[in-house]
């Protein structure tokens, strides 16, 4: 069976993406041009950014119709990942709160691709909305 290995978002500006991307996730794309910018991530797993204005066939959709999802290890470190990409201007949808699978929150890149922070809980969460 095949193992997906590549996720590829459609963008208006790859380079500017480019940018954004290597600086939320603290590296360098091994490739980048006008039209597409490739990071090569943990285990090989591939992050592409390709124009929305060259792919083919054409795109019928772009950004918010999914999530690019980030694990952390505990619900400190989901609020403090908050605070560094609030403070970075990112647009937040969601500010941290529990749900029922763990602590979370919600922004969005300048595509408006939903990115979202998530502690997976035990199952032992806290109540409402506190740690």
């Known amino acids: 069976m095949a ?3 590549f ?7 790859p380079l ?3 940018a954004f991307y290597s600086a939320l996730l603290g590296r360098e794309p091994v490739e980048s041009s006008p039209t ?10 591939k992050f592409g950014l390709w ?7 054409a795109a019928a959709m772009s950004g918010g119709g999914a999530e690019i999802v980030f694990a952390l290890d505990t619900p400190d ?9 609030s403070g970075r201007g990112l647009t937040i949808l969601q500010t941290p ?12 890149d300048p595509d408006n691709h939903r990115l979202r ?11 409402g909305d506190q740690k």
Request: charged share 20%; aromatic share 16%; hydrophobic share 45%.
């Open 77 to 85: 470190a989901v609020d403090a990942t908050h605070a560094d990409w």
């Open 97 to 108: 709160t529990y749900m029922d699978f763990g602590r979370t929150f919600v922004a969005l």
């Open 117 to 127: 922070v998530y502690w997976l809980s035990d199952g032992e969460q806290a109540n």
């Open 3 to 5: 193992i997906p290995n």
């Open 51 to 57: 124009s929305r204005h060259t792919v083919e066939p």
């Open 7 to 13: 996720v590829i978002l459609y963008v208006d500006q």
């Open 36 to 45: 597409f910018v490739l990071f090569v991530l943990d285990a090989g797993f």
């Open 16 to 18: 500017e993406s480019g």
